[in-house]
């Protein structure tokens, strides 16, 4: 188990709350009334994703699934302000692209090397040397550090290779790989010898790419059979295709057909049919290849797309083949990353608008991220706290919003857990 290629991952995050302000007065002897000096609180800890090259498969994601960033500190008197939260570093394979669990929308294609803040830490609350004003010398409350963001995100592992081995299981794309490369990949002959993505590097005179042995495709794969996406994720990246067939139909299989089996796949995929393709008919010291690649000429004859026949088991045309690849990879176009949907500031992400109130038999139900900051501040056992609480609400715009949806004095209103009666 130990070698098995994970190239998917679900996992729950969450940033570090933010510490709390103090409520602090400075005590001094020979000082009269040396007034407030509760400290801020520290900020919570960044949950940040890094690309790490060691790593190849989603792996370490199996069994750990939540990952919580580092609280900040409290703040204390004196002024003292807490200490920041630690951020919590996520290591993921070049190549890993994040999804919002829920709306599947791209966050961030990680196939750079600068690290990423997925969730950003709370800020720190303020302490109550904040709220000291002419008429409020000695304020008895401070504000809560804002809470971590918590979200789901999906881990997509989608190969960074220059050149993909596409074809049915058992075509001879493992043995290619092992003759072009240093790579030794398992071979054997059953359906499905490869069951991981394998990598090696071609170097071919001054020039050298990267191919990637993609576990054999079937049909329906577009749609999930077999192997299906887990195949089609990595031929994403690719910036050419070499279309292995058995040409001389060793297993019983048309070439022709598993040609256009092929391709079907890759178009009901995306736009993976459009890839530039050099078409390789392996398997041609067998008996019958030389009439089913007469036929695949004939068939592929105006299309543009090359026929390059080989024997991978006797190390047949491999070096016609490299100059071929060779030559059309310079004409490709670089990888693009995939586009990062625009989710907004990930901070106030899922949050919506700074409030909301809803109506329900009579009863007002006030909610946002707003309503949740104000009422980790506040204090409800002391005046002054309570005062600044009413003049907040009015600032903020809230009971202007009750009032609109037809709040009348007395009637009830829902913060959070605590109900009030209406006061205009």
């Known amino acids: 188990m130990a070698n098995q290629f994970i190239d998917t991952a679900r996992i729950t995050v969450k940033s570090g709350a933010g510490g709390n302000g103090a409520v602090a007065f400075h005590r001094e002897k020979y000082v009269a009334a040396g007034g407030p000096d509760g400290g801020d609180g520290g900020r919570g800890g960044d949950i940040v994703v890094q690309v790490d090259d060691r790593m190849s498969t989603l792996m370490d994601f199996r069994y750990k699934r939540k990952y919580v960033a580092e609280n900040g500190g409290n703040g204390a008197g004196k002024r003292?302000?807490?200490?920041?939260?630690?951020?919590?570093?996520?290591?993921?394979?070049?190549?890993?692209?994040?999804?919002?669990?829920?709306?599947?929308?791209?966050?961030?294609?990680?196939?750079?090397?600068?690290?990423?803040?997925?969730?950003?830490?709370?800020?720190?609350?303020?302490?109550?040397?904040?709220?000291?004003?002419?008429t409020?010398?000695?304020?008895?409350?401070?504000?809560?550090?804002?809470?971590?963001?918590?979200?789901?995100?999906?881990?997509?592992?989608?190969?960074?290779?220059?050149?993909?081995?596409?074809?049915?299981?058992?075509?001879?794309?493992?043995?290619?790989?092992?003759?072009?490369?240093?790579?030794?990949?398992?071979?054997?002959?059953?359906?499905?010898?490869?069951?991981?993505?394998?990598?090696?590097?071609?170097?071919?005179?001054?020039?050298?790419?990267?191919?990637?042995?993609?576990?054999?495709?079937?049909?329906?794969?577009?749609?999930?059979?077999?192997?299906?996406?887990?195949?089609l994720r990595h031929v994403e990246r690719t910036r050419m295709l070499l279309h292995v067939l058995d040409i001389a139909g060793s297993e019983g299989r048309d070439p022709l057909e598993d040609y256009d089996a092929i391709m079907k796949e890759l178009e009901a995929y995306g736009d993976l049919k459009d890839r530039p393709m050099i078409v390789v008919a392996n398997k041609m010291d067998l008996p019958g290849a030389e009439e089913n690649l007469q036929r695949l000429r004939e068939k592929l004859a105006g299309t543009g797309i090359d026929i390059y026949p080989v024997s991978a088991a006797t190390r047949q045309n491999f070096k016609a083949l490299l100059y071929a690849t060779v030559e059309l990879l310079e004409t490709c176009p670089p990888a693009e990353p995939f586009l990062e949907e625009e989710l907004g500031d990930l901070e106030a992400l899922g949050s919506g608008e700074p409030f909301a109130v809803e109506a329900e038999n009579g009863v007002y139900f006030v909610s946002g991220r707003e309503m949740d900051r104000l009422m980790a501040s506040v204090n409800f056992d002391n005046e002054d706290s309570l005062n600044w609480f009413h003049r907040s609400l009015r600032r903020l715009g809230v009971i202007d919003a009750l009032r609109e949806r037809g709040a009348k004095e007395g009637d009830s209103v829902v913060i959070g857990d605590m109900e009030f009666d209406f006061v205009e």
Request: with cysteine.
């Open 80 to 134: 003292c302000t807490g200490k920041d939260g630690a951020p919590l570093v996520i290591k993921v394979p070049r190549g890993t692209v994040i999804r919002d669990a829920e709306t599947k929308e791209i966050i961030r294609d990680m196939s750079g090397d600068e690290p990423f803040v997925l969730c950003r830490g709370g800020n720190g609350g303020w302490g109550n040397k904040h709220f000291a004003t002419p």
């Open 136 to 231: 409020r010398q000695a304020p008895q409350f401070a504000k809560a550090g804002l809470p971590g963001k918590e979200r789901v995100v999906i881990l997509e592992l989608k190969l960074l290779a220059d050149v993909g081995l596409v074809g049915f299981p058992n075509v001879g794309k493992s043995t290619i790989l092992s003759v072009v490369t240093a790579a030794r990949p398992k071979i054997a002959n059953y359906h499905f010898t490869t069951l991981q993505p394998n990598l090696g590097i071609v170097k071919h005179d001054d020039y050298s790419f990267v191919l990637a042995d993609i576990p054999g495709l079937v049909e329906g794969a577009s749609e999930g059979v077999g192997l299906g996406h887990a195949f």
